[in-house]
C-alpha cells in the first residue's frame, strides 16, 4: 500500500516539475548566498521554440561516472543536485555550469545573449518594466567559484 502511494506521489512530483519548466520564465538564482544579480530572464518554451530544440538532453545532460550520457535527461533535477556553488570533483561551480551551458551554446551558435545584462535584468522604474543592466552593477568576468555568486574582481 505505501509502495503505491509513494509511487504516485513521486509520478505526480515529476509531472509537475516537467510542466513547471513549460511555465518557467526566470532561471532562479536562490541558491546563491548573495547574488551580485537579478535571476536570469529565461522562457523555457520560447527559448527551446526559437533554438529548435527538442531533446531535453541538449541542456538538461547527465553524467555518470565522469562520462556524459547521451540521449538521458536530467530535467527532473535542479542544476544545483549536482553543481555546487563551489567547483569540486572536476564539475564546475553552479554559477559556472550556467554561464558555460547558457553562453557555450549561444556563442557556438553565434546566437542568444552572452552579455551579463541581456539574460540578468534589473527592473527600471516603470513597474513591470525590464531594463537592461545599464551598468548599474560592477561586472565579472563570469568565472568565479565563490559561494556568494559575487565576481571575483569586485573584491
Do not use: T
Not at 527551446?48 to 565522469?66: M, P, R
Amino acid at each position: 500500500m505505501w509502495k503505491r502511494v509513494l509511487l504516485l506521489l513521486m509520478l505526480v512530483l515529476a509531472a509537475a516539475l516537467v510542466g513547471a519548466q513549460e511555465d518557467m520564465r526566470v532561471v532562479s538564482n536562490e541558491d546563491f548566498v548573495s547574488p551580485q544579480r537579478p535571476s536570469a530572464v529565461f522562457n523555457h518554451d520560447e527559448h527551446n521554440d526559437n533554438a529548435e530544440i527538442e531533446d531535453c538532453s541538449v541542456c538538461h545532460h547527465l553524467y555518470e561516472d565522469g562520462k556524459l550520457v547521451e540521449g538521458e535527461s536530467s530535467e527532473d533535477q535542479a542544476c544545483s543536485e549536482c553543481h555546487e556553488l563551489r567547483a569540486s570533483d572536476g564539475q564546475p561551480s553552479l554559477m559556472n555550469a550556467f554561464h558555460l551551458r547558457c553562453q557555450g551554446c549561444h556563442l557556438a551558435r553565434k546566437a542568444g545573449p552572452v552579455m551579463c545584462g541581456e539574460c540578468h535584468r534589473w527592473k527600471s522604474g516603470a513597474a513591470g518594466d525590464d531594463a537592461e543592466d545599464n551598468n548599474n552593477h560592477s561586472g565579472g568576468d563570469g568565472d568565479d567559484d565563490r559561494e556568494d555568486g559575487n565576481h571575483k574582481d569586485d573584491d
